[in-house]
């Protein structure tokens, strides 16, 4: 109305749009005073008149019994609200356009009283809503509960909202002449003038929602540290974040939104997302107000980490969590959320690394590494988007970072390494294990790095279901060294042939002594280890039979079905499996050499990473293999054996006394003599 009519708003103070609220003990009365557009009589009657009469009781009455709280937000549902915590309302109003100021008041019996007020003071303009408490309600009469519910609800309403706050403090006042003769008659004649401290309590309008709404400003005109303070206040956090992103959106659903990377993850962080209690993220506001912070759904779980804030004008103020799950424009909402959380973690990736004007790489010395930071807090909620969210697979594999057999402890990623791949090399070689140096020496891969492949090391558990759901990228297949048909450079078939005949008899035979065996071939991977075991390309490898047999709810049927035969794997080349093949052409009915044959591959089974089905049998055989090699004739333990201890040899006395005599002190020259 001041737009057309700037005498709407009146002069001084009046002019100022605000809201003050105050409380009185005494009358267990609350007070909300706002300098808006106020109600005339015709006002009165005919809204909050017709709510008195049509539906306070029967909100009440529904309230009570559990009622829909999608209500909230309709049109007087609101006011019903009041009648939740008060058992008398009085609503003192005056509208520019009525030359009197009036008192609505009612009890929720469905009736009202509107009377001309002479009482009160002028309100000037606006409307004072006075809510007299029930009396199991008087926990609103508290300050720090009224400081609390604005801070909650409308710390970024762009009007002051003032709460009338006790201060107390101590402050000097001259002592009465009466009391000050008493005290010069007993300490004597003093003409300085007589003091004493006294408590003061007055009362202060103090502004509660002094936090800016700074998402309402374009991203340009706020300052990084504006970005950091607003964060602090919203998350409570003293460190400052990791990244943020301000946007915002247009089409079926417009909002505008602050999202933040925190530094440090919280403890439990996917446990708790999405469980009852739990920290929400996000907070959804509509037209600045807040509506909750409980909506799962505005972020898929594994963006969980993300804080900040989404504001929407589009929004209903009634809007539910129920609403928003059936409507549109939560799927909007979500997408654009999502994407622009990507785009934030690309770039923050992207800004890590970068380029010189001549092209050299730049020493990370230079450049603050806040993406290793983020990889070391959160690189699991990455991966486990990649198997949660098939949409945006292909953006989060980009965000991957990893250690590998080229690059030491640094990390890098996958476009990275496809730019170092060798010339021809059609596949993304990787290992699964359970720690680094597993992977650093596993036969798997001997020639694979003796040739100048570079394999990537996976060590955490989930990353064996991320390369299930991540199949390629770049138009590169990705290959695990572990499993069988790995095929690594040039090979020439015909001299291939040739050694699988030379090795047929020692490959069968191994294979009929092994139930566990399936297949025994000669390797194309090994290069100094005598044999290796590798799995069928579905199965599961050795480091995926470890995680899923330490599954506490683990189905042994499942098991049984995944667990794929082994592999053996043996290099043509290595003297222990020359001499295997010798000893298996004159003479394979030797129980020695079976004996060495299961032990072998028991050992290659260790060392591939999978566990012995019985150690103690691998015990017992290895026991037996000692037995030969040291020449113990029975390993039978004799009770009765009597242990070889060395014989002292005895001391006559004239050497004992010679022994004391080089210890005496008159003896000065017994060092020398020694």
Known sequence: ???????????????????????????????????????????????LGTIAKS???????????????????????????????????????????????????????????????????????????????????????????????????????????????EKTEYVEVEIPADEAEDDEAEEGEDSAPKTKKVKEVTQEWEQINSNKAIWLRTPKD?????????????????????????????????????????????????????????ERGLKLYVRRVFISDEFDELLPKYLSFVKGLVDSDSLPLNVSREQLQQSSSLKTIKKKLVRKVLDMLRKMADDEMYEDDEGEEASTDEVEMKYTKFWEQYGKAIKLGIIDDSMNRSRLAKLLRFRTSEMGSDITSLEEYVDRMKEGQDNIYYLACSSIDECATSSSTERLIKEGYEV????????????????????????????????????????????????????????????????????????????????????????MERIMSAQALGSDTQASYMKSKKTLEINAKHPVIIAMLDKVNSDSADPVLRRQATILYENALLESGFALADPKAFSERLLATMQDGLGVSSMEVDDGYEFPFPETPEIDAADEEDATDLNGEDNVNAHDDL
């Open 1 to 47: 109305m001041a737009l057309t009519d700037k005498s709407a708003l009146g002069e001084g103070d009046e002019a100022n749009l605000d809201v003050h609220v105050s409380v009185d003990k005494e009358k267990r009365m609350i007070s909300i005073r706002d300098k808006g557009i106020g109600m005339t009589k015709s006002h009165l009657i005919d809204h």
């Open 55 to 165: 539906g306070t009781a029967a909100f009440l009455d529904t309230m009570a019994s559990g009622g829909d709280m999608s209500m909230i937000g309709q049109f007087g549902v609101g006011f019903y609200s009041v009648y939740l915590v008060a058992d008398h309302v009085e609503v003192v109003t005056k509208n520019n356009d009525d030359s009197s100021q009036w008192i609505w008041e009612s009890k929720a019996d469905g009736a009202f009283v509107v009377t001309e007020d002479k009482e009160n003071e002028p309100l000037g303009r606006g409307t004072d809503i006075r809510i007299y408490l029930k009396e199991e309600m008087l926990e609103y009469l508290e300050e720090s509960k009224l400081r609390q519910l604005i801070t909650t609800y409308s710390e970024f309403i762009q009007f002051p909202i003032y709460l009338e706050v």
């Open 456 to 543: 990537i090391y996976f060590t955490d558990p989930i990353d064996e279901y991320v390369m299930q759901q991540l199949t390629e990228f770049e138009d590169k297949s990705f290959q695990n060294a572990s499993k069988e048909n790995l095929k690594v450079g040039e090979q020439d078939a015909a001299l291939a042939s040739k050694i699988k005949d030379l090795y047929k008899p020692l490959t069968k035979w191994w294979k009929d002594i092994s139930d566990d065996i399936d297949t025994v071939k000669i390797s194309q991977r090994l290069t100094s280890s005598p044999m290796t075991v590798v799995t069928s390309k579905y199965g599961w490898s050795a480091n």
């Open 222 to 278: 706020v300052e990084e540290e504006e970005y950091n303070t607003f964060y602090k206040t919203l998350t409570k956090d003293f460190k400052d974040p990791l990244a943020h992103t301000h946007f915002s959106a247009e089409g079926d659903v417009e909002f505008k939104a602050i999202l933040y990377v925190p530094e440090e993850a919280p403890p439990q962080l996917f446990n708790d997302a999405g469980t009852e209690g739990a």
